[in-house]
């Protein structure tokens, strides 16, 4: 009977801390690279003012869109600049923020900063496109 009651304790004792330990594996932060947060102190805005009504609706929808867990300014300043990029990118952003952002608004985010990369990030836009193949590999 003794022995029943302890092991019933000790079992209690473990799954507590299991628990615990789940719940702090949880609470841990992933840490985000130094590359990255350098991206969050650069501009926070681009000046759109040049830039077609529909591309300035679709800034907006991005501004908005793209704060939720970072600072814009991370998704302004980041080294993406070709659509492939983009769309690789934008699909994992919309995964991780589940229904915050649609299929119809991740689509008008991918155009607008497929855009932008074409205008603001010319040179990095033409350096990476020149190191693509001209004719399809294979
Ligand atoms: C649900 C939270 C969340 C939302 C919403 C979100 N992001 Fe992010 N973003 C992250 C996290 C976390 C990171 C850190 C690196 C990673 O996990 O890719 C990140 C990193 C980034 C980076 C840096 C990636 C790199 O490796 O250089 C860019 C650019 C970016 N996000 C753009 C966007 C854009 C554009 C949107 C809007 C479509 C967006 N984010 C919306 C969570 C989010």
């Not at 590359?35 to 529909?54: C, F, H, Q």
């Not at 998704?75 to 952002?101: P, Q, S």
């Not at 608004?105 to 001209?134: H, N, W």
Request: charged share 30%; glycine share 4%.
């Amino acid at each position: 009977m003794k022995r029943a009651i302890v092991a019933a304790v000790l079992s209690v004792i473990a799954l507590a801390g299991f628990v615990r330990a789940i719940a702090q594996e949880q609470d841990k932060e992933v840490p985000v690279d130094a590359r990255i947060l350098a991206y969050d102190k650069g501009p926070a805005t681009i000046n759109v003012s040049k830039y077609p009504p529909d591309m300035q609706a679709k800034y907006k929808l991005f501004a908005k869109k793209c704060t939720n867990c970072h600072t814009l300014a991370r998704a302004i300043n980041c080294e993406f600049a070709t659509d492939d990029e983009w769309e690789r990118y934008v699909k994992r952003m919309m995964r991780k923020a589940g229904t915050l952002i649609s299929a119809d608004e991740g689509k008008q985010i991918f155009e607008f900063v497929t855009y932008d990369s074409k205008i603001r990030k010319k040179a990095l836009y033409d350096k990476k496109m020149a190191g693509q193949p001209k004719t399809p590999g294979f």
